[in-house]
């Protein structure tokens, strides 16, 4: 049992050890376990979209009231192999590219994009001393590779070189880059409160202080709102809307499979995340004593929690337009995401120096309360307006349509 | 030759290729695409350089915004595909001139100086931090930064001016 | 510190094999029958018509614009937060003037009706 106390070291340190019996030079030593250690983290989260792509459609299809994967021809049971098929399928299937395209940005699209998606994980905490490399950067290096992103969508819609792709592309980075910005202030305000980029210290800082959703939920919802629209989730969803611009950038893609991997992985990826910054990550009850239970129970039931939030949302809400998304990230998220971290840099230093920790929780939870006073009655009062607006409107038109009887 | 400098070849090449590929593609969409591969060059080298956050920065700021906005500005105008179209305009012997003189001066300047060749000294942990402390110090840098603030309030009252006037 | 991006370098080189080989590996089992209509561009059997590069609405240009000037003020705010901690009062206040001219630009954006995209 002392063995499974850290498993996911142990089996990291026992294969150091015998690459060192095995008489190869140091350097030879670390390459391999890079190598090694690289591919395992790689295959992390491309091998799991297989569990909890079935886990999707089970939601949804209880969302739906209906019963979802339970018996098809090839399924098995419990839709258990849905999934492999669905793969081997994408794998075996034709792929044209269309004679229009541009070969070259075409093929190594959905490449960028995976990349990227495979890259984020580099820095994410899994558990216990469990992570790819705890970059002095974290958190600001998971924001840089948005940028990657982009690219990769931009690619995608031009080398299809036909209207279809390319007007979805635009559309989807304009949204894509408007949501950087409050996802980039928010991070901002957790950054502030621990003091470093780094994901572990933001994990153990959460062990001092509360669990930031509960410090300042305001930066969690913040945050939640803006990374709706990198996997495609509505509300915040046209990257990909299936009714306006068909299957969005990746329309002339024969094999989309790589797309849909991708982004999978990153509303994994984005799961985890949230989770990190603003659930304590992999901490819990028990961890010290066993750190894989840090891994295999407390964060993978965060994740799943926060998966499922998402996929309510995603099922449950209309999808808004490009010019209205735009107009929440612009006009709602920014401006609120700008204010937020100046309440939280005033409430943080109002405090006397000697202020433990529990004290300024409390003083981030007042702020945060005060602002909820102010925020939802300027919303309720926009909204007001909007109605009376549409009243009005519709007034206007009555009388006339009367007329014309 | 150490890892280091093997590495800081291969960065360097791509970061050359790249850009020699930006201004002798064709297609306006592969240039900007090699630009941005280009900018992943110099982040690498900043990696080098035990700079990461100023890595950060450049795939942030290069990759996130300039491409984006060149990649956009190239959308927006047209003919951009088409290969009859002569690659350099009338200036061009104006524009080779210029970049004669700079490249003269420059290889001038490299050769001159006198390099160095003590080892680096280690970087503080705490060099970002530290640059956060110096930018709002009132000793360092307090009134470039807030000047910062009005520059970019001015770029954007700009930006949408001379966008709208039309 | 390089140690640990040397883990993001081989992390980078794994991926884009992954990423490369499932392709080229699927091209090997796949049937490959094209016909010419087969690689017509089209979506649900609706040929696009006139070309592709039809220009743009200016207006994403200055979304872009406006995206970038955020960009560079948040990369000039990340420095302070990370050192937020161990900084004073008065700092935080010579923040808040910095946030507010950016709000300021903001609210201007908005009178004009520029934040209405598209």
């Not at chain 1, 009655?377 to 009243?391: S, V």
């Not at chain 2, 306006?28 to 695409?33: F, G, T």
Request: with cysteine.
């Amino acid at each position: 049992m002392e063995f499974l106390k850290d498993l996911i070291i142990n089996i990291g340190q026992w294969f150091v050890a015998l690459l060192a019996d095995a008489g190869l030079p140091d350097i030879w030593v670390q390459v391999i376990t890079l190598g090694v250690g690289a591919f395992t983290l790689a295959l992390v989260p491309l091998a799991t979209p297989f569990l909890l792509i079935l886990y999707e459609r089970k939601v949804v299809a209880r969302i739906a009231d209906r019963l979802g994967l339970n018996n098809s021809a090839y399924g098995g049971p419990y839709g258990l192999l849905q999934v492999p098929d669905d793969a081997i399928k994408m794998f075996t299937k034709e792929d044209s590219v269309p004679a229009t395209a541009d070969r070259w940005v075409f093929n190594s699209a959905p490449v960028v994009c995976v990349t990227v998606a495979v890259l984020i994980w580099g820095v994410i905490p899994l558990g216990p001393g469990v992570i790819g490399s705890d970059l002095s950067i974290g958190i600001f290096y998971i924001l840089s590779l948005g940028a990657g992103s982009v690219v990769a969508v931009l690619m995608a819609g031009w080398g299809s070189n036909n209207e279809y792709s390319l007007a979805a592309a635009l559309c989807g980075v304009a949204t894509l880059i408007s949501r950087e910005i409050p996802l980039v202030l928010s991070v901002m305000a957790v950054v502030m409160v621990v003091g470093s980029f780094s994901m572990p210290d933001i994990i153990a800082a959460q062990d001092q202080y509360a669990w930031f959703l509960f410090a300042m939920p305001w930066t969690a919802l913040i945050f939640l709102a803006s990374i709706l629209s990198e996997p495609g989730r509505r509300p915040f969803e046209t990257v990909k809307a299936d009714s306006e611009v068909v299957a969005g950038y990746f329309t002339a893609y024969s094999k989309f499979g790589m797309f849909y991997l991708a982004e999978f992985m990153n509303q994994l990826a984005m799961s985890i995340l949230f989770a990190t910054l603003f659930l304590g990550g992999w901490r819990g009850p028990f961890v010290e004593q066993i750190p894989i239970l840090g891994t295999v129970l407390w964060l993978a039931i965060k994740t799943l929690f926060v998966m499922s939030v998402i996929q309510l949302l995603h099922y449950s809400l209309p999808r808004l337009r490009t010019d209205q998304i735009l107009a929440v990230t612009w006009k709602f998220l920014t401006p609120l995401a700008l204010v937020n971290i100046c309440v939280l840099a005033l409430a943080g230093k109002t405090l006397p120096p000697n202020a433990g920790p529990w004290t300024r929780t409390l003083a981030f939870l007042a702020a945060n309360i005060g602002m909820t006073l102010v925020v939802l009655p300027i919303l309720a009062a926009r909204d007001r307006a909007a109605r009376r607006r549409q009243e009005q409107i519709r007034r206007a038109a009555q009388p006339s349509s009367r007329k014309h009887k | 030759m150490t890892l280091q400098q093997i590495l800081f070849l291969i960065f360097s090449a791509i970061t050359l290729i790249a850009a020699l590929m930006v201004v002798t593609r064709r297609n306006l969409c592969h240039a900007a695409l090699f630009m941005v591969l280009s900018f992943f060059g110099v982040a690498g080298l900043y990696v080098l350089l035990e700079a990461p956050f100023l890595a950060g920065v450049q795939v942030f700021i290069y990759v996130g915004g300039i491409s984006t906005l060149i990649i956009f500005a190239i959308v927006l105008t047209r003919d951009v595909v088409d290969p009859t179209l002569p690659p350099h305009n009338r200036q061009w012997i104006a524009g080779a001139l210029v970049m004669a003189l700079l490249c003269s001066v420059l290889i001038w300047t490299v050769l001159g100086y006198q390099w160095t060749t003590t080892t680096p000294g280690q970087v503080p942990a705490d060099s970002i931090a530290r640059l956060g402390t110096i930018l709002v110090d009132p000793e360092g840098f307090l009134l470039p930064f807030e000047v910062t603030s009005v520059l970019l309030f001015a770029v954007l009252i700009g930006a949408i001016t001379i966008a709208r006037e039309r | 510190m390089l140690n640990q991006f040397a883990f993001i370098g081989f992390l980078l080189i794994v991926a884009l094999i992954l990423g490369a080989a499932t392709p080229i590996l699927a091209r090997l089992v796949r049937p490959q029958k094209a016909i010419p209509r087969k690689l017509e561009m089209d979506e649900c059997d609706m040929r696009t018509h006139g070309e592709t590069w039809v220009e743009f609405k200016a207006q994403y240009y200055t979304l872009v614009i406006v995206f970038l000037l955020f960009d560079v003020a948040a990369v000039f705010l990340l420095p302070w937060a990370l050192a937020y901690n161990t900084l004073e009062l008065y700092t935080a206040i010579e923040v808040i003037a910095f946030i507010l001219m950016l709000l300021g630009g903001l609210v201007y954006l908005w009178r004009k009706g520029a934040l209405e995209w598209l």
